[in-house]
Each structure stands twice: as C-alpha cells, then as structure tokens.
C-alpha cells in the first residue's frame, strides 16, 4: 500500500509557467528583445533559470552576460512568484483525497528553498505538506535519489511506500534511483516528441486526480 506521494513542483503541483515566462520576459526587455509566447516558455519552465536563459538568449552558465541576467530574472521572479501560478486543475481535489485516506503528501523540486517555500505558501500549501524538499536542500538535486530519500526520511516511509509524480525524465531516473515508483504528469511542461516509453515509469495519468488509481497497485 501506498502511504506517500512525493510532486514535483514546477509542471507537476502548480502550473509555474506564467509567472517564470514573465520573468524571462522581463530580462528580455532589459536588453530590448521583445517577449516570447508562454507557449514557448512554458516547455522550458521545468528547467529553471539555465534552461529559461539559454531559450531566452541562447547562452549558457560561462557567457560573459550570463550572471547579470541570471540576476535580473531572478530578482523579479521573486518579488512576482505567484502573480499568475496556479495549481494545475484537479491537483487541489487529488490532495484533498490523499488527505481524506490519511496519505501524507509532499515536495521534492529543483526549484531552490529561497523560492519552493515562498510559491508554496503563496499557494496555501505549505502548511499541509509533510516536506517541501528543494533543490538545495541536500548536496545533490534530481535525477540523483538523494532528495528522495530525504523525503522518506523527513516523512518516516520507505521508498517502496511513495509514488512520485513528475514530469521530466529527472524525475523518473531519481524515483527509479531510490527505489520508488515514478508516475508521469503528462499534463505538464512536456514536449510533443518526448519518448515517455523510454522513461522508464510505473504509470502516465492526464489529470492528477489519476493517481488515485495506482495507490493500491
């Protein structure tokens, strides 16, 4: 029986994509390139600060500009974290249902504590979840297990009791790396040619309230 399910954050838990994309935008501006569709950024939303700048301005951490744009985008995503965030339709009914079958629920992201904690509060989610595990949390962040086993641990389950859901390949290798079964949100920031067969997960759902279906599986 599954007694904990761990979410990514960003493209799983809360559609990020509107809030992050006006951020890349807005360091666009300060160097007077016009803005990028959400539709284009939201398929980079799931990478953070170094996938949104390379699409953005198609550089890399070693580019002489790439710090001081790094900080423009930074900056005012922080100060803008959930203008435009929002859960992802139906995630709010799925953790209520986890809640009401005594599931313990929680976050394990990339995204750095400075801005997990913010969103999730921002959300009114902080308070409900069992851990919110950041990508600086431990010495090394998805696809390596180490932030999985943290949440097991902070939760008190094993890995063989939690589903994970995510939707990046990272996130399947760092379930399959701790020993926990991974779902994929197809729902989230996921590319049309992404070969999920390859990924190496236990289910794919289109809505979150599909999970429901694997807790006793």
């Known amino acids: 029986m599954i007694k904990a399910v761990l979410f990514d954050l960003d493209g799983t838990f809360a559609d990020t994509a509107p809030d992050l994309a006006a951020a890349l935008n807005h360091a666009r501006a300060t160097r007077n390139l016009p803005p990028l569709p959400l539709e284009v950024a939201r398929l980079q939303a799931s990478h953070g600060s170094r ?11 070693d580019a ?6 790094r ?4 900056d005012y995503y922080e100060r803008n974290i959930c203008v ?8 709010a009914e799925l953790v209520v249902a986890l809640e009401q079958r005594g ?11 400075r801005y997990t904690v913010p969103l999730m509060q921002a959300l009114g989610y902080a308070e409900r979840a069992a851990c919110l595990i950041s990508g600086d949390t431990c010495a090394h962040a998805k696809p390596h297990p180490e932030p999985m086993f943290k949440a097991c641990e ?24 701790a020993a ?8 989230g920031y996921i590319s049309g040619d992404a070969q999920l067969d390859s990924w190496s997960a236990h289910g794919i759902i289109d809505i979150p309230t599909e999970l429901l279906g694997y807790l006793t599986l």
């Open 51 to 61: 996938g949104l700048l390379k699409l953005g301005f198609g550089i890399e951490p």
């Open 64 to 69: 002489p500009d790439y710090d001081a744009l």
């Open 71 to 74: 900080d423009i985008f930074l």
């Open 84 to 91: 435009h965030t929002r859960l992802f339709a139906g995630m």
């Open 103 to 113: 599931i313990r629920w929680g976050i394990v992201t990339n995204k750095p504590h």
């Open 154 to 177: 902070t939760i008190g389950v094993t890995p063989e009791q939690c589903l994970y859901l995510g939707d990046d390949l990272r996130d399947m290798q760092a379930a399959n790396a």
């Open 180 to 187: 926990m079964r991974g779902i994929i949100a197809r729902y």
